[in-house]
């Protein structure tokens, strides 16, 4: 996935302009590959603590605002996610706003919102603040807004994500409980006025082990100016991407986009969290889709022919029948692999690691089952051998294949990274048809591995882990083949009773 940061001027008090701008550099960075856009403090009314005290009705906003609907708008046509900081309104803490982050998913519907913890000026502000602390904090932004309580966190495209806001960054257990919560990569909305206080991310990012994301305020405010500098540090400390400086008004707005890939940042299926994961099996049948729902195309495997791979859980098959119709006209699913038998599930993946090896010979065994994983799941936690995962493409009503940037089942290798869901560099056409498809499926329920475009799932560990569930529903099936189901009795997903949700 790439992530970037928007660096622009707002202009002061003007939602609606703000929101327009912000729009269109989630479009900008929709055509350059981005998966995510990032703002900076108070980015949508500019930093200016005057504005919002003065006409607190008019300057805060909750996540259905109707001056928020081009960003909304524009996130649902990209398949965008961004996160938008704003005076959010909150119900408590005597009516105060908050300094808030709303995430806006590639759906257009909120991820999660988070309001900053850390006010200057607020109680117990000057613990564990750092000498040299933003001149355009200022002192009152306790006297404005309300704290935050909760931590910021989403997870999008496997990778889990961690919020933080400006003065938020000054304290060091911020980004110390988002490492230790599994965040791989550290999101912060900032209004710096200078480039020593920009630099310190970097230290920040090396001693957390956090790929760090800076987008920091320009222009000024009442009590100072915001430098810009936005930008990316690699977990090891080091600068990699950077913003214009800010020190006077440019034309326009002086609007830049930093980006960073993070596709290594990535949740595997090898990684422990994923196994860590318990399963509480519900005990749904495998089920034909070519006998069960011959509206869905499945694709011909030629050496299997006890069709097992045409077999997948109940609650699968019923979700993709709702996908289908998501879809736009002209365009449907084609299946070309659901369920995988446990022991071809374990060649696949050894002989996997085996070219690895020979690519790779350097690498040691955890390195190189870690790589394998990309690709092939560990055979422990594979969600074809639960019958909850399902391989499948986009194709016409006619049943011609579309451009979807590699063929199913390209390796990293073979399509250097093209792969990846939120590969760069993919023609417009494929880039727009991956959109499509994962649109339909994602509002079916299903989640997606994000090193396969094609690779999605429901009930299995890896479903579990993305959706916050505490459990998984499907655990490894053995499947004794089609004796065991009488088609005419099998009958479609609605007639078995499929649970919704």
């Known amino acids: 996935m790439i992530i970037a940061a928007a660096q622009f001027t707002p202009v002061p008090g003007d939602i609606e302009a703000n929101a327009s701008r912000m729009a269109a550099l989630i479009a900008e960075a929709a055509e350059r590959g981005a998966g995510l856009v990032v703002f900076s403090e108070l980015a949508l009314t500019h930093y200016d603590r005057h504005l919002i005290a003065t006409d607190p009705a008019g300057m805060t906003v909750t996540e259905d605002d109707a001056r928020l609907a081009p960003v909304r708008e524009v996130c649902r046509a990209t398949g965008v996610a961004a996160v938008v900081n704003a005076a959010g309104r909150t119900g408590g803490a005597g009516g105060r706003p908050a300094i808030s982050s709303f995430v806006f998913g590639p759906d257009g519907t909120l991820l999660t919102r988070y309001d900053k913890i850390h006010l200057f000026g607020g109680e117990g502000a000057s613990e564990g603040a750092s000498e040299g602390e933003s001149a355009s904090e200022g002192e009152s932004e306790g006297a404005l807004f309300a704290p935050g309580t909760a931590d910021g966190r989403f997870t999008l495209g496997g990778i889990r994500f961690a919020l933080a806001t400006c003065f938020d960054n ?136 006890r069709g097992a791979f045409a077999q997948l859980r109940e609650g699968v098959l019923k979700r993709l029948l709702a996908a289908q119709r998501a879809l736009p006209d002209g365009l449907r699913l084609k299946i070309v692999e659901g369920y995988r038998p446990l022991e071809l599930q374990r060649r696949y993946f050894e002989e996997y690691v085996d070219e690895l090896r020979a690519l790779h010979p350097e690498q040691d065994a955890g390195h190189l089952h870690q790589a394998a994983s990309r690709y092939v799941s560990p055979p422990a936690i594979a969600p074809h051998s639960a019958g909850g995962a399902v391989d499948l493409t986009l ?107």
Not at 208 to 216: D, E, K, P, S
Not at 236 to 264: I, K, N
Not at 416 to 440: E, F, I, K, Q, V
């Open 170 to 305: 000054s304290f060091p257990e911020v980004p110390a409980r988002a490492a230790a919560d599994g965040c791989q990569v550290y999101l912060a909305s900032s209004f710096h006025d200078s480039a020593q206080r920009v630099a310190r991310y970097g230290q920040l990012a090396r001693e957390h082990g956090l790929h760090v994301l800076l987008a920091n305020g320009t222009g000024t405010g009442h009590s100072g100016r915001g430098c810009g500098l936005s930008g990316v540090w690699l977990p090891s400390g080091e600068r990699v991407a950077s913003a214009a400086e800010w020190t006077g008004p440019v034309p326009g707005d002086g609007a830049e986009l930093v980006l960073s890939d993070v596709r290594d940042r990535i949740t595997l299926m090898a990684d422990p969290a994923v196994a860590a994961i318990p399963v509480q099996e519900c005990g749904e049948p495998l089920v034909d889709v070519r006998t069960a729902a011959p509206e869905l195309l499945v694709a011909e495997l030629r050496d299997d022919e």
């Open 395 to 501: 194709v016409t009503t006619a049943g011609e294949e579309v451009d979807m940037g590699t063929p199913v089942n390209a390796s990293p290798e073979e399509s250097n990274g093209a792969c990846y869901t939120g590969a760069p560099d993919l023609s417009p056409a494929a880039r727009a048809h991956r959109r499509t498809l994962n649109a339909a499926l994602h509002s079916a329920g299903l989640v997606n591995y994000p090193t396969e475009w094609w690779h999605w799932s429901y009930g299995d560990r890896y479903w579990a882990l993305a959706t916050g569930a505490d459990h998984a529903l499907y655990g490894p099936k053995e499947w004794g083949g089609p004796k065991e189901q009488d088609p005419e009795e099998q009958g479609g997903p609605e007639e078995q009773g499929v649970p919704e949700g």
